[in-house]
Structures are given as structure tokens and as C-alpha cells.
């Protein structure tokens, strides 16, 4: 069974940063991009990152680009999500979700989320 | 970036009714769509990938239609369970891979 479990959400200041950890189990890690999806609270879903099985490829959201940096370590089957200059608009829920693999992407499996709040 | 947006926003039913959830894209997106369904307090689930491929596991009474850039998600004789929020979402070639913004399926 694929399991995608996220930690690592919690208050934080504004400016300050935040380290988002997805473990994964069930599948062959390294064979799947993965990416990042956010939730901000009652709102809709926002795509934020995603990076290629390998992690020789990452791609951002606008908003989020050079201040978010998503990483992984195939060998410890997790994938990672740096949150850098954090600013009250991304309070969300951040979940990680596997790319499906296909010819036509989609986001199959996903984790229960984890949840960020920026605040002073 | 591809702008997706829902229609209704809100839609409200019965049990056993057959709704439709329409998607448009701001641009051709040929049949890069994906449906997704969201319970209170739960990650999203893969409905319908590629337009109209049923995800392993999705109940038959899920359908989706379409191409270009009008899209349809069709639910059939409505369950309990299926009160949920819906979402699409494009995956054509250029990133970012936005989401329209909901649809609410509530209990008339």
C-alpha cells in the first residue's frame, strides 16, 4: 500500500523558515517525481513544486520561487520542502502527493498534509 | 499560466440524483485534465486522469468528458459518501499545474 506521510508544519514567524519532510512507503520512491500541493485554510488547492525521481529537476510556482526549496533522499525515501522567508499568505495546509508516471500526469497518491501557520 | 475555472461553485442534490461539474481552460489543454475529490479534513483523492480514465479504485458512477477546452465530470445516482468538494486540474505541458477552485456538492 502507498503511504505518503508529511511532519515538520508548525508556527513560525513571519520571515522566519521551516523545513516540510514527506516520507514514502509502498512504492519504489525513486521511480516517481513528486510534488508539493497547498491548501491555504477554507481555500483551494495551489500547486507549489515538484521534482523529478531522480531530483536533477525542480520546478517552482511563481509564488514561491526563490524561497521554497524541494529536495530528496531517494536512500531514506523522503522528499523535503525548505520554507524560506516565510510571509502569512503561506499559511496553509502543505501536502505531498505522487506524480503518477504517466503520459498524462496526475497527482494519485497523497499524504494527509501538514500544517504551516506564519504569524506573529 | 493556465487558468482553470469550475462552474457551479456550490451545487446542491439529492441522493440517487445524476449531477455535472463543468471545467473550462483559458487555453487548449487537449485532454491533460484531472478530477479530484476532497472530504473535510482530508487530502484529495484522484478521481478521473486524462479527461475520462476512471483511477483504479473510483467507483463506475464517476465519468469524465471532454476536450480542448471544456471538460465535464459526471456523477451518476449520487451516494452519501459522494458529498465532497471537487476539483480539476490541467497537467498540459506547462507548468504551473493549477487547479480550478472547487466545486461544493451538497446535500439538498
Known amino acids: 500500500e502507498v503511504q505518503l506521510v508529511e511532519s515538520g508544519g508548525g508556527l513560525v514567524q513571519p520571515g522566519g523558515s521551516l523545513r516540510l519532510s514527506c516520507v514514502a512507503s509502498g512504492f519504489n520512491f525513486d521511480d516517481f517525481s513528486m510534488h508539493w500541493v497547498r491548501q491555504l485554510p477554507g481555500k483551494g488547492l495551489e500547486w507549489v513544486s515538484l521534482i523529478t525521481g531522480d531530483g536533477g529537476s525542480t520546478y517552482y510556482a511563481d509564488s514561491v520561487e526563490g524561497r521554497f526549496t524541494i529536495s530528496r533522499d531517494n536512500g531514506k525515501n523522503s522528499l523535503y520542502l525548505l520554507l524560506n522567508s516565510l510571509r502569512s499568505e503561506d499559511t496553509a495546509l502543505y501536502f505531498c502527493?505522487?506524480?503518477?508516471?504517466?503520459?498524462?500526469?496526475?497527482?494519485?497518491?497523497w499524504g494527509q498534509g501538514t500544517l504551516v501557520t506564519v504569524s506573529s | 499560466d493556465i487558468q482553470m475555472t469550475q462552474s457551479p461553485s456550490t451545487l446542491s442534490a439529492s441522493v440517487g440524483d445524476s449531477v455535472t461539474i463543468t471545467c473550462r481552460a483559458s487555453?487548449?489543454?487537449?485532454?491533460?485534465l484531472n478530477w479530484y475529490q476532497q472530504k473535510p479534513g482530508k487530502a484529495p483523492k484522484l478521481l478521473i486522469h486524462?479527461?475520462?480514465r476512471l483511477q483504479s479504485g473510483a467507483p463506475p458512477r464517476f465519468s469524465g468528458s471532454g476536450s480542448g477546452t471544456e471538460f465535464t465530470l459526471t456523477i451518476n445516482s449520487l451516494q452519501p459518501e459522494d458529498f465532497a468538494t471537487y476539483y480539476c486540474q490541467h497537467s498540459y505541458t506547462t507548468l504551473p499545474y493549477t487547479f480550478g477552485q472547487g466545486t461544493k456538492l451538497e446535500i439538498k
Open positions: 487555453q487548449n489543454i487537449i485532454n491533460y
Open positions: 486524462a479527461a475520462s
Open positions: 502527493a505522487r506524480d503518477n508516471h504517466g503520459q498524462s500526469v496526475a497527482f494519485d497518491n
